[in-house]
């Protein structure tokens, strides 16, 4: 009884780790997405590539060799889709992201917190006055 109740309470421990939470989060979300951008797809964009090259319906276009069926339509609405999707994660989540990483940057970034020893050659703080490791003096 006792393996069993360490069991429930290491899943437990595993299902509440922050990852796997945001991981589930991620996936409700991009579930959510993929049928805005499908609806976007279907109900928008292909009527305007339909009234531009006069389908309304690509998923009915298709071709027959030797009693073989390739639905070519399909595989069309599937590349368009794609398109959109990848074209709005990149303006609405990766542009931005990139944008908020490039902003003003504090005096502390790109200065090393280490320095490296003359003697051993380790990495140690830069205010130190001695090696850690090999206890040779430092130069300041």
Do not use: W
């Amino acid at each position: 009884m006792a393996d069993r109740k360490n069991l429930l309470q290491e899943f437990k421990e595993f299902i509440l780790r922050g990852n796997i939470v945001d991981l589930a989060v991620a996936v409700v979300v991009g579930v959510a997405f993929n049928a805005v951008i499908q609806a976007l797809v279907k109900d928008i964009i292909t009527p305007i590539v339909a009234a531009i090259f006069g389908k309304h319906d690509f998923s009915a276009l298709q071709f027959e060799i030797h009693r073989s069926k390739f639905l070519y339509g399909d595989f069309i609405n599937a590349v368009i889709a794609f398109l959109s999707i990848a074209a709005a994660v990149f303006f609405f989540v990766v542009k931005p992201v990139n944008i908020l990483m490039s902003g003003p940057r504090t005096q502390t970034e790109g200065v090393s917190e280490a320095k490296m020893c003359p003697e051993c050659l380790s990495s140690i703080p830069r205010g130190a006055r001695r090696c850690a490791f090999c206890t040779s003096a430092v130069p300041a």
